[in-house]
């Protein structure tokens, strides 16, 4: 029998939390059951080169740097749908699958006129971020008619999307994102990985500089945390257009000198496994991989109680949940953590069997597979 053709549709293999898990994803597959295509809209990336060394064809759209401003957002939008129609048609996958909003939409419509048997669509993200677009709204809507699985990442955004969505409750699943467990963590020390010497605790948040992602509040968090308890360095791993107002802000705290922000690091594992504690100060969430990261590196969390993150972290057990935009909570979580070591370390621990028992990659991409020969066994069934 040969394997299954699989297309997947992204924006780009940039160094975001949905790129690493379609990364692992495609090249965790059976090959013997599936075959998978990548095709990136927006552009390429980093991780390209990984799936490339393993045989894993990835296409970039022509238009991928088409601005928008000249090109017009319909106009370049039918453009790939057609564009992505004539892939369709010429690779033939028995399934599509859309991994972002606008790939989805993309995905679908092309999906639907290249006559594919089967369309899977993600759901990665909790949906304030379409509220105002209407279009977007409307096509997702459409496309849902047609869609054979939809996959949430968490609970909590399978619940949102049945809100706003007309999709049918029995077509969307839930399948957690899955973590690689590492091994134990390499002989390097922060001058190695970063190029500074730290000395004392270090706190570090990852996120791309978005402003749902909270950084104003960990850093005043920061501030109370260095008034109260003193030694800790606080590390901003990431970047982004918020870059000058986030040093602005660290500077009027007077805590420049606490703070580093080594830019967006593919070694950001590296970096979480050296860190005594491990924030997530999001307003917003559907499920963050850097908790599952930190959790795989047996690092204790300090987490916003937002989206599906109480779905990853046991309070109290596996780390700490307090609310979103509250600085306040935040510095008591991260100094509660920095003072009751022992505290943390056995968070850290159970954090990490909780990884190996629910959110492994291996078990994500076992979850994926068995989603896959179902759709393809229930179409040939007709």
């Known amino acids: 029998m040969m394997p299954a053709r699989l297309l997947y549709v992204t924006v780009s293999m940039e160094l975001g939390g949905t790129e690493r898990q379609l990364f692992e994803l495609a090249r965790g597959l059976d090959p013997k059951r599936f075959r998978p295509h990548i095709c990136c809209l927006r552009g390429g990336g980093p991780l390209i080169e990984g799936l490339t060394n393993r045989a894993i064809p990835v296409t970039i759209s022509r238009f991928a740097a088409r601005d928008y401003s000249r090109t017009g957002k319909l106009a370049l939008f039918c453009a790939q749908v057609n564009e992505l129609s004539r892939l369709m048609r010429r690779i033939r996958p028995s399934i599509v699958h859309g991994m972002l909003p606008m790939a989805c939409v993309t995905a679908g419509l092309a999906a639907k006129c290249a006559g594919v048997p089967i369309l899977v669509t993600g759901r990665r993200n909790l949906g304030y971020y379409k509220e105002g677009h209407f279009f977007l709204r409307q096509a997702e809507n459409l496309v849902c008619l047609w869609t054979d699985a939809a996959v949430a990442n968490s609970e909590a955004v399978r619940a949102d999307a049945l809100r706003r969505e007309w999709i ?6 839930v399948i957690y994102n899955g973590v690689r467990i590492p091994a134990p963590s390499p002989s390097l020390g922060w001058r190695e990985l970063i190029g500074e010497h730290i000395e004392g605790p270090v706190v570090c948040l990852v996120a791309n500089f978005f402003p749902y992602k909270g950084h104003m509040e960990f850093i005043s968090a920061a501030s109370i945390v260095r008034e109260k308890s003193a030694g800790a360095t606080f590390l901003l791993v990431g970047d982004g257009k918020l870059r000058p107002e986030i040093e602005r802000k660290i500077a009027e705290l007077g805590m ?22 491990v924030v997530l100060s999001s307003h917003e969430e559907g499920f ?8 795989a590196a047996g690092r204790p969390v300090v987490a916003t109680r937002v989206g599906g993150v109480p779905e990853i972290v046991e309070d109290g057990k596996t780390g700490l949940l307090v609310p979103p935009r509250d600085p306040e909570k935040l510095a008591e979580g991260i100094m ?9 370390e056995e968070m850290g621990k159970r954090g990490l069997e909780r990884v190996r028992e629910r959110f492994s ?5 076992r979850s994926y597979e068995e989603l896959y020969v179902g759709l393809l066994r229930e179409k040939a069934a007709g």
């Open 361 to 365: 990659m291996e078990k994500m991409v």
């Open 256 to 277: 420049t000198k606490y703070f580093i922000l080594p830019g967006t690091r593919i070694d950001a594992r590296d970096i979480i496994s050296l860190s005594d504690v």
């Open 168 to 173: 049918d409750p029995g077509r969307i699943r």
């Open 288 to 295: 963050p991989n850097v908790v599952l990261e930190a959790m």
């Open 336 to 344: 509660r953590l920095l003072v009751n070591r022992r505290e943390a």
